[in-house]
Each structure stands twice: as C-alpha cells, then as structure tokens.
C-alpha cells in the first residue's frame, strides 16, 4: 500500500509573495512523500506583475488561481476566502504555508484556521508598530493564529514573545527573498541582459537611482503623492532617477491628474530580473517597498525609506536602510550625501 504524501499548499497573491515562496517550493519538491501545491489568488492580476515573475524565479504553472483582482480591502479578502475554502475542503492540506503581509496572506490564513488546517507564517514577527498600515493589522492575526513561526530577523522573535506566541512554535530560519536574490543573481549570470528594455537606457545613463512607489499612505492621497513627485523631480535635477510604475501607482497618477516630470525616467512594471538587473548598480534607491529594504541591505546599496517606520529594522540598525519619511529637505540632503 502507497504511503500518503504529506499535502502543502503555498500560498502567494502578491509581487513581493512569489520571491518568498519560490525557495520553499523547490526545496519541498526534493521529497517524494511530499505534495507541494501553489495557489496563485491573483490579488496582483496582470502580467508584470504576477506571470512573469513566476516564469523569472522558476515557479511552475500554479495549480490554483483565483482571479481576486481589486477592490476595497473587505472585498478582495472576502472572494479570496471563498475561492480558498473550497479548495480546502476538497483537497484536505496538511499545512497552509502564507507568507508576508498582503490580504492573500490573511484570507488564506483565516480560512485555513476555521477548517482545523494548521498554518506556517513566514516573515512572522515583523512590526511596523503602525496600526494604520493594513499590512500591520494582517501581521498581527496571521501571527496570532499560525502553527508555525518562521521569522526572517531576530526583532521578530523579540515581537512574538511580547505578543505572548509560544517559543516552541518560533523558528529563525532567515530569509527566503534573499535565497531568492541569490537566485536571481545566477540567473543574471546566464542571460543576455541585452534583450532587457531597460539595457540602453542603465547603459546611456551610467550613475543612476531607482525609485519604486506603491503604498496607499503614499499613493492614495493627492497632496502626499503630489509632494513625493515634487522631491523626485528635485533630486534628479542632480542625478537620473528610474520608476517603474506599480498599476496603483499609475492609476492614481492619472486620478490626480499628476504628472511624472518628463527629467524622470518612467516606465512599465519590469519582471523580476530585469528589475534586479537595473537596481543592483543604482547609486541608491528610493522606496516605499519592505522586501527592497532587505534585498539592498543584502547588495549594500544606499537605500532610502519613503516612509516613517519599517518593519525590517535590521536594515536600519545593520544595513543600509535610512528611514527619511517624504520631506523634501531630508530626502535631498541625504541623497547629497551619497553623491
């Protein structure tokens, strides 16, 4: 009689997701008495932004995909719910593996708990200690109601404690994203860079920045995203800056009626590679993004935080994060410094 294999489903929705999961899921696919599934919920639904980077970090075709596109929070997480819970209840997972913060995240999570399923959080522990933010609120419940704590940085451990998790469920085990870098940095290695967009244009400019631009506390509002456009146009009056729109971002832009100055260079959402092809030799990059706090700690590039708190502090006390907010004059004055 055939042994039953030990049933996993990863789960991923958003951009940031799919560098996460993509280690796990090819170290889970070493061991035959393991099923490793992927569910793809489609919270990030169009092709820059989900398809190519499964195709650039070597993920197969998920066996599963929700087409939960946008919508207001309670409205994405609900259809994610939904489409979740019948493929739980028919295909009965050992284990729900979630992974960071996004509503896929807490969806999966919640649905998984109702059903007895047990759930491994990874990234758990981290804390922006911002409650506004909606990746903090998903946080908090994911961890409060996983199996599972696998942490990527020792503030995490420090938080769980605090927040009363039981030590014998938390395991530092580092951080997938970057196994993920590693990953890609091979991969750089192999391929003609040449059939990149964005290859004359890294070439033609030598010194650059990079910029990336998607959280609602940035992008939501007219006169903060207005503000922030002001100090990229700023800055690069001094030195080239690059942007790749996310949608939310470009969506808002065209709302606002705001108009990136034609001095920056603003393009397309880029695919994994191409992406860590441009950024890994910027002079600095400006972002509002969590994993690139890490994944430029990791490079050693200046990286400056478009925000007011992080999450991933090690890359503030360790790295080279700096926390500058949007204010025009610590934006600039830093950037200064790196020139």
């Known amino acids: 009689m055939n042994k039953k294999k030990i049933h996993i489903i990863l789960v991923a929705g958003a951009r940031p997701n799919f560098m996460k999961v993509a280690p796990v899921l090819l170290e889970l696919n070493k061991y035959p008495d ?10 990030h639904y169009d092709y820059e932004m989900s398809d190519i980077f499964l195709k650039d970090l070597g993920i197969k075709k998920p066996d599963y ?4 596109g946008t919508g207001t929070h309670a409205e994405q997480t609900a259809r994610i719910m939904l489409a979740f819970e019948k493929i739980c209840i028919k295909s009965k ?3 729900v593996i979630v992974v960071g ?5 807490l969806a999966c999570a919640l649905t998984a708990k109702k059903l007895n399923i047990k759930i491994a959080h990874i990234e758990s522990g981290l804390r922006s200690f911002d409650m506004s933010m909606p990746e903090e609120i998903n946080r908090m419940v994911v961890d409060r109601i996983s199996d599972f704590l696998f942490v990527s940085e020792k503030s995490g451990i420090v938080n769980l404690k605090r927040e009363g998790a039981d030590c014998k469920n938390i395991f530092f085990v580092g951080n997938t994203m970057i196994d993920s870098l590693l990953f890609g940095l091979n991969r750089l290695k192999e391929v003609d860079s040449r059939r990149f967009r964005t290859s004359q244009l890294k070439q033609s400019l030598g010194d650059y920045g990079v910029v990336t631009l998607h959280r609602p506390s940035n992008v939501d509002e007219k006169g903060t995203l207005a503000g922030i456009v002001a100090v990229l146009s700023h800055i690069a ?12 971002t470009r969506k808002n832009l065209r709302r606002f009626r705001i108009k990136i100055p ?5 393009l397309a959402p880029l695919g994994y590679l191409e992406f860590l092809f441009l950024y890994k030799d910027a002079r600095f990059v400006l972002t509002d993004s969590g994993g690139l706090q890490e994944e430029t700690t990791f490079l050693k590039i200046p990286c400056l935080t478009l925000r007011q708190n992080t999450e991933r502090p090690v890359t503030v006390t360790q790295g080279t994060n700096t926390i500058v907010g949007n204010n025009i004059r610590s934006v600039v004055a830093k950037v200064d410094s790196i020139l």
């Open 34 to 43: 393991v099923l490793a599934e992927v569910v793809h919920t489609g919270q």
């Open 101 to 105: 913060d996004v509503n896929s995240t």
């Open 237 to 248: 009056r001094k030195t080239p800056l690059i942007i790749p729109l996310h949608p939310r």
């Open 262 to 266: 034609n001095h920056i260079y603003s």
């Open 65 to 68: 995909f929700f087409e939960a």
């Open 93 to 95: 997972p050992n284990l």
